[in-house]
């Protein structure tokens, strides 16, 4: 059974500081990870991909992936209360299906 | 375009009603998803079609019943519902997961079953 991890928080950050969130999985073989941010009664919206370890930067968000340590994780910089969300780290599993972490909300305070 | 569509947005039903959601997408992905979500949980996977093929059923009480009539569309036809299914239900496509490609949601369904 594949696992992945998140804690729920809420994490809360004020206004212009960078927001860390984490996630760990445990299947050792997973080769992509996704990020998705989802807004309260609304669908969940794909923010970023990673493949390889190391940083991937687009925009205000970085993912960093370090696939030794099982270990995936979503800086958002200069947060703003408009990323005040539910961030879902997902990783692909065998069938064509993806694991979905349990989610972290994130507040942001203005 | 990145669009999967589903309709309707919002669903009201009885426990004796027979209702049917609906999605489509258009960007030739041959893989199309069922979730179930609840408040503050994440998505549930419910069906993966793969080339219209019913590929996994994750144990679904049979009052769910998915149909692929071809790679575009993808329904959920519900009937006798129970109060305890009232959820947002997610409609979701991709190329191919197994090979890194991107999962893509639709709006939702926000069903309330009464």
């Known amino acids: 059974q594949k696992e992945v991890e998140q804690n729920s928080g809420p994490l809360s950050v004020p206004e212009g500081a960078i927001a860390s969130l984490n996630c760990t999985y445990s299947?050792?073989?997973?080769?992509?990870f996704f990020w998705y941010r989802q807004y309260s009664g609304k669908s969940p919206e794909l923010i970023m991909s990673?493949?390889?370890?190391g940083d991937k930067e687009d925009g205000r968000f970085t993912a960093q992936l370090n696939k030794a340590s099982q270990y995936v994780s979503l800086l958002i910089r200069d947060s703003q209360p408009s990323d005040s969300a539910t961030y879902l780290c997902a990783v692909p599993g065998a069938g064509n299906m993806l694991t979905f972490g349990g989610g972290t909300r994130l507040m942001v305070k203005p | 375009d990145t669009e999967v569509t589903q309709t309707p947005k919002h669903l009201v039903m009885g426990m004796t009603n027979k209702k049917s959601l609906k999605c489509e997408q258009h960007?030739?992905?041959?893989?199309m998803y069922w979730y179930k979500q609840k408040a503050k949980k994440p998505p549930e996977l419910m069906f993966v079609y793969s080339y219209e093929k019913l590929s996994i059923n994750e144990s679904v009480p049979s009052r769910f019943s998915p149909e692929c009539p071809n790679s575009s569309l993808l329904n959920l036809h519900l009937h006798a519902l129970q109060p305890e299914d009232s959820a947002l239900y997610l409609c979701a496509s991709s190329q191919n997961l197994d090979r890194g490609e991107k999962l893509f949601f639709g709006s939702g369904t926000q069903l309330s079953v009464l």
């Open positions: 990673i493949y390889s370890n």
């Open positions: 960007m030739g992905h041959r893989a």
């Open positions: 299947d050792r073989v997973s080769q992509s």
